[in-house]
């Protein structure tokens, strides 16, 4: 373990509180970047088959009860909220009086408010992220924010586990997290359909779509990669490809005339409302 890399205590332990997907993600990465042991990591879910199936593949303690799994952390331990957005209400009456003053809270539920965590929980210290669903796979980009009492050295725990799903930005203002839910978090969302769409219409043309599929996704990786080590704008790329009176060319004026640009700008826009919507409705 590299002491310079790993911000959080040998002593300190983490509590997954809902450990689905994106919470057995952070486990993991961190496991498998030697930042915690398995014996610091508790995690809780109401299903046995799930509680076994963690414990085994990871080693990690699993509990029923998501108030057991907090009251399993020394004084400074780090409780992490991972359910369902309809499940939060629940969960933090639950908590209510069980998380310490000097516990850290991390939050990853969608629409879940610094001021209502902090209020129901009776706790200061309180962050907020936003992880994106390529954070399965380490290649996430997790925006995240957190209460004036968080200090540096709880930031620097933030930032180090949040890098084992990837990327993570810090970011001033919880408005500016429901920015990034509408363009991080829903992102993958928007690339999906574009690579459906142009599998589609591999298919179309006579391609098999297994075929299809591969150009496309590979075509896909390639540019993203290209565009962030050039570091040259978007459109200095795509104007690098197009020739007058050529495939792009033909190609863009059709995608122009379609409105692509305004249809993805309405899209990224009203994801980012819905955002704001549901956590007046938190």
Not at 109 to 138: C, D, F, H, W
Request: glycine fraction near 8%.
């Amino acid at each position: 373990m590299n002491p310079m890399e790993n911000k959080i205590s040998e002593d300190s332990k983490l509590a997954f509180i809902g450990c689905g997907v994106m919470a057995e993600s952070m486990a993991a990465g961190l496991l498998r970047q030697e930042i915690v042991r398995p014996d610091q990591i508790v995690a809780s879910h109401p299903r046995g088959d799930r509680r076994k199936e963690l414990a085994d593949k990871y080693g990690i303690e699993t509990l029923e009860h998501n108030t057991d799994a907090v009251k399993a952390l020394p004084d400074d331990g780090i409780v992490v909220i991972c359910v369902k957005p309809q499940r939060i209400n629940g969960v933090l009456n639950e908590l209510k009086g069980v998380v310490k003053p000097k516990q850290l809270v991390i939050s990853i539920v969608a629409g879940a408010r610094l001021e209502k965590l902090s209020e129901q929980l009776n706790s200061k210290l309180v962050v907020r992220a936003m992880p994106n669903t390529p954070s399965q796979i380490g290649k996430g980009m997790t925006a995240w924010t957190c209460s004036e009492s968080v200090d540096e050295g709880h930031r620097e725990q933030v930032r180090t586990m949040l890098s084992a799903l990837g990327k993570e930005l810090y970011v001033e203002t919880e408005n500016m997290i429901d920015m990034a839910t509408s363009l991080s978090a829903t992102g993958p969302t928007y690339i999906f359909m574009v690579m459906e769409a142009m599998t589609d219409a591999g298919v179309h043309l006579g391609f098999s779509r297994e075929i299809a599929k591969e150009l496309v996704q590979q075509t896909m990786l390639g540019s993203v990669l290209f565009a962030m080590e050039s570091h040259k704008h978007p459109a200095e790329l795509r104007n690098m490809v197009t020739s007058p009176g050529g495939t792009s060319a033909e190609a863009i004026y059709q995608m122009e005339k379609g409105t692509l640009r305004t249809v993805l700008s309405k899209a990224i826009h009203a994801a980012y409302k819905r955002a704001v919507e549901l956590g007046k409705k938190g």
